[in-house]
């Protein structure tokens, strides 16, 4: 027998082992197979679509190399491999044919934007005369106008106090009249106190 008839003869009887490995993450599949030339023979590789007919050629790899990681798969779709060997004395005949696929990931959703817990009360003043808003529970300390954020649902009580020569006429916005105003909201809400100078008339009966 010789020695390029005893080659061909080893060739012919390389088999794939029908195992491909499967990594979710790097999308990959690798076929293996087992070399029976004794670490003569180099391999080319085939691939095909499982729902295809024809096998292309995918790469050759040298010898004494037995696998090969294919990194060019999609995601849910199923592939066929096959292997021949050759070297300088002739080519094998295909291997088995070994199929597999990359399970589909899914991507959840991104969460929902965050709810706002909170809701925002905005005091502004007006009128001739000067004064001070403050709140109970306190945050709320201001003469020309500040805000301030509260948790939802949270009863927020606005005192208007008028400085010396001053009087506080009356609430506009989210209150109204002149005694202490008690809001709860959910939303951003705006409350406007109005102080006026007092007349000399009235700054009188005050200093009386």
Aim: aromatic share 6%; hydrophobic share 40%; glycine share 10%.
């Amino acid at each position: 027998m010789s020695s390029r008839h005893c080659i061909t003869v080893i060739l012919g009887i390389l088999m794939l082992v029908a195992v491909l490995a499967v990594t979710d993450a790097s999308a990959q599949l690798t076929a293996s197979w087992t070399d029976n030339s004794s670490g003569a023979a180099a391999f080319t590789i085939e691939r095909r679509l499982s729902s295809d007919a024809t096998y292309t050629s995918l790469t050759d790899v040298p010898t004494g190399v037995t696998a090969y990681v294919d990194g060019t798969v999609a995601q849910g779709v199923s592939y066929c491999y096959r292997v021949k060997a050759y070297d300088a004395f002739g080519v094998s005949a295909y291997s088995n044919e070994a199929c597999g696929a990359v399970a589909a990931v899914s991507v959840p959703p991104p969460p929902p934007p965050p709810t706002t817990s909170d809701y925002t009360i905005t005091i502004t003043t007006s009128g001739s005369g000067t004064g001070t808003v403050t709140s109970s529970p306190a945050g709320i300390s201001c003469g020309s106008g500040c805000a301030m954020s509260y948790a939802t649902g949270t009863l927020v009580t606005l005192t208007a106090t008028a400085a010396s020569g001053s009087r506080f006429v009356g609430w506009s916005g989210g209150c109204s009249g002149t005694a202490p105003c008690t809001v709860v909201g959910n939303s951003a809400l705006t409350v406007g106190a109005a102080f006026n100078v007092l007349s000399r008339g009235q700054l009188k009966r005050v200093q009386r």
